[in-house]
């Protein structure tokens, strides 16, 4: 996918670590997007180690050559970098903040890294910001843009914010999981910026849905449509990348309507905080919350074109 591009305040692109590095990093969460950010570094030639919740998903990182993790905590013993991708801020939440070996807190010793890569809340964000800065952890906000393929294809955007000094450290390392790397400034401006993308995308993947049941209402062939859409001004790099399963009719999840009403509830939060309006977002979270009601939760959420389909009556499924 491609970068943010500039603001007012351009966010900085440039590398500026001028030596390659090999880093001991943990990956915790080893669903879609956490597997393929473990292969990476695998491959760029970090040690890795690894854990997920559920066992049997470290099998074929092991495989690779990761080394598998009992428990959160043991990350700080194998690693000065720990990377967190997981489902939800719940999940951040019991794995960063337990009081039975929370990573927020370096057990083994200052000069530790939390890089959290989930799209969660600003609020507990800031509790784990806190907890690390008591605890002797540094904290980087790191969410992406991008899913497993962009991962996998070495074209993943990642946003960062927290310390300067901070994200200088852990530069190089983010960019052998992907090459956009940019930097937003203090605090949590990632949380805010990735919720805005998400925001953006989830309202184009209804506009395409319309689009699409819309030309199909009157016979326009979907191939024909989508090839002028990629091309047209609206062609973006989200429209080009889901052409070719919407041409195949193929919903298989790279990010679920489950999740991303999940995350459109994070944008509507925010906000609610921020005093400010968001009236098409609500819409749009209502309609992932209908495909979820009728059975399309698991799948890829643009699944809104067939709740769409639905009740055009366009199709019996």
Known sequence: MSGLGDFNNPLRTSRTLSQEMNVDVSVLGLGQMGSAIAERLIDAGHEVSVWNRSKGKADGLVAKGAFELDAPHEAWARSEVCITMVADSRALADIALAPD???????????????????????????????????????????????PGVVRAGNLTIIASGEDAVFTS?????????????????????????????????????????????????????????????????????????????????????????????????????????????????VVQQLLQACISTGLGDLDFMALLIRLQREAGQTSA
Not at 132 to 141: D, E, N, P
């Open 101 to 147: 070996g929370g990573l927020a807190h370096a057990a083994s010793g200052k000069g530790r890294t939390l890089i959290d890569m989930s799209t969660v809340s600003p609020e507990v964000s800031r509790d784990v910001a806190d907890a690390a800065a008591a605890g002797g952890v540094q904290y980087l906000r790191a969410p992406v843009s991008g899913n």
């Open 170 to 282: 852990v530069e190089s390392l983010l960019r052998d999981i992907g090459p956009h790397v940019f930097y937003a400034g203090e605090g949590d401006a990632a949380r805010i910026i990735k919720l805005a993308l998400n925001l953006m995308v989830a309202g184009t993947a209804e506009l395409l849905a319309e689009c699409i049941a819309l030309a199909e209402a009157h016979d326009v062939q979907r191939d024909k449509l989508l090839e002028i859409v990629g091309a047209s001004a609206v062609g973006s790099p989200f429209v080009k990348y889901k052409i070719g399963p919407l041409l195949a009719d193929d919903y298989t999840s790279t990010f679920s309507s489950r999740l991303m009403r999940k995350d459109v509830d994070l944008v509507l939060e925010s906000a609610a905080a921020g005093g400010v309006p968001l009236p098409v977002t609500g």
